[in-house]
Nanobody, 124 residues
Framework: QVQMVESGGGLVQAGGSLRLSCAAS????????FGWFRQAPGKEREFVAA????????LYSDSVKARFTISRDNAKSTVYLQMNSLRPEDTAVYYC?????????????????WGQGTQVTVSS
């Protein structure tokens, strides 16, 4: 099993920045890809970004590209999501996730490990 704990959410004004962290523990050697998803009230969970643990390759959704940056610290088994130029439509619960297989996939069902989520609220 892999345990994942997110932190760093909060309330920020539009145009501001936040950095989310996701600390992974347990059988982390069994994971190859980490990602971030988000879910707003009444909406489906949507892909935000993903990173391959070994090579550091990244993929972003069109809605966050050029504003968000996903990164990882292998020594700390931690994944980050730097969010800049935040907009009210970025308001959601953000989930850290991981999968054992390779590939920067974008569907929630492709990921087997999930954190509990952290709330991000962007005020206008």
């Amino acid at each position: 099993q892999v345990q994942m704990v997110e932190s760093g959410g909060g309330l920020v004004q539009a145009g501001g920045s936040l950095r989310l962290s996701c600390a992974a523990s347990g059988r982390t050697f069994s994971t190859s890809t980490f990602g971030w998803f988000r879910q707003a009230p009444g909406k489906e969970r949507e892909f935000v970004a993903a990173i391959s643990w070994r090579a550091g390759s990244t993929l972003y959704s069109d809605s966050v590209k050029a504003r968000f940056t996903i990164s990882r610290d292998n020594a700390k088994s931690t994944v980050y999501l730097q969010m800049n130029s935040l907009r009210p439509e970025d308001t959601a619960v953000y989930y850290c996730t991981a999968r054992g297989g390779a590939g920067l996939l974008q569907q929630p069902d492709d990921y087997g490990y999930w954190g509990q989520g952290t709330q991000v609220t962007v005020s206008s």
